[in-house]
Nanobody, 117 residues
């Protein structure tokens, strides 16, 4: 499966952005989609996950109540709506797909999100 992420940019603290990730190619068996992020000098961390079929979701504590992951099955697209952004949300955001909620085999190219005044 190929993943194409988009929607990053520069936003002020308190602002919002919506990331998109389009999946194409051989998508069978990839039941879960997720967003991860990696800030400069830090390890990659989990942000949110969603199951294609049921819409089940999981969030990192650091983004609960601010970020929302959703999917459009007809468009093979997953979204990450990010509200109340903070400077510490600054990172490259990657989308990923996999067969289980905690293992991801396919990764997109990443999109930069910068939260700065």
């Amino acid at each position: 499966v190929q993943l194409q992420a988009s929607g990053g940019g520069v936003v002020q603290p308190g602002g919002s952005l919506r990331l998109s990730c389009v999946a194409s190619g051989r998508t069978s068996g990839n039941y879960f989609m997720a967003w991860f992020r990696q800030a400069l000098g830090k390890e990659r961390e989990f942000v949110a996950a969603i199951k294609w079929s049921s819409g089940w979701t999981l969030y990192a504590d650091s983004v609960k109540g601010r970020f929302t992951i959703s999917r459009d099955n007809a468009k093979n697209t997953v979204y990450l709506q990010m509200n109340s952004l903070k400077p510490e949300d600054t990172a490259i955001y990657f989308c990923a797909s996999g067969g289980t909620w905690n293992q991801y085999q396919s990764w997109g190219q990443g999109t930069q999100v910068t939260v700065s005044s």
